[in-house]
């Protein structure tokens, strides 16, 4: 796929941005109202002051989806002051790197921030409904996230 990643190259863009300024992750979908935000509250929660994050959508919705919100609150994570938000040149512009989740958003041209695509799993492919199902998604996003963290923190 043409925006995949490989960790090599978030390495060696992690090496490119110095100790005292936050490496900027933008996570983006379609609606900025699940899985970008998931995954921008998981690494958010994870506390580490060098990561700046932020999440958007290339076709924000009205709302966040409630599910997602009420996985995260599992988490102890509160999103409540959260909402869908839509991506901006000056967010790709700011961004060390820039994580599309999901196969429906597209970036514009022109993105020079190094682009990883997140293709989650979908339980409701199987007939997992609801809060079940956003469980499996949240924890598969957090696994993604934690796995990334780890990949910055030790660039």
């Known amino acids: 796929m ?3 990643l490989t960790a090599t190259s978030v390495t060696q863009n992690a090496h490119m941005t110095s100790m005292s300024t936050p490496t900027n992750v933008v996570f983006v979908c379609k609606k900025n109202g699940g899985k970008s935000q998931l995954a921008a509250a998981l690494l958010r929660a994870l506390g580490d002051e060098s990561i700046s994050v932020a999440s958007a ?3 924000p919705g009205g709302s966040l989806n409630a599910e997602s919100v009420e996985s995260l609150a599992e988490l102890g994570i509160d999103v409540g002051d959260e909402h869908p938000k839509p991506l901006t040149s000056e967010m790709l512009d700011d961004a060390d790197l820039v994580v599309v989740l999901g196969d429906e958003a597209r970036l514009p041209d022109g993105v020079t921030a190094p682009v990883e695509r997140w293709i989650t799993d979908e339980p409701s492919e199987r007939g997992i409904t609801g ?3 956003m469980r499996l998604v949240r924890d ?3 696994a993604r996230v ?3 963290h780890t990949r910055l923190r030790d660039a």
């Open 2 to 4: 043409p925006d995949d």
């Open 57 to 59: 959508g290339t076709a």
């Open 131 to 133: 809060m079940e199902r």
């Open 140 to 142: 598969d996003i957090r």
């Open 146 to 148: 934690a796995e990334l």
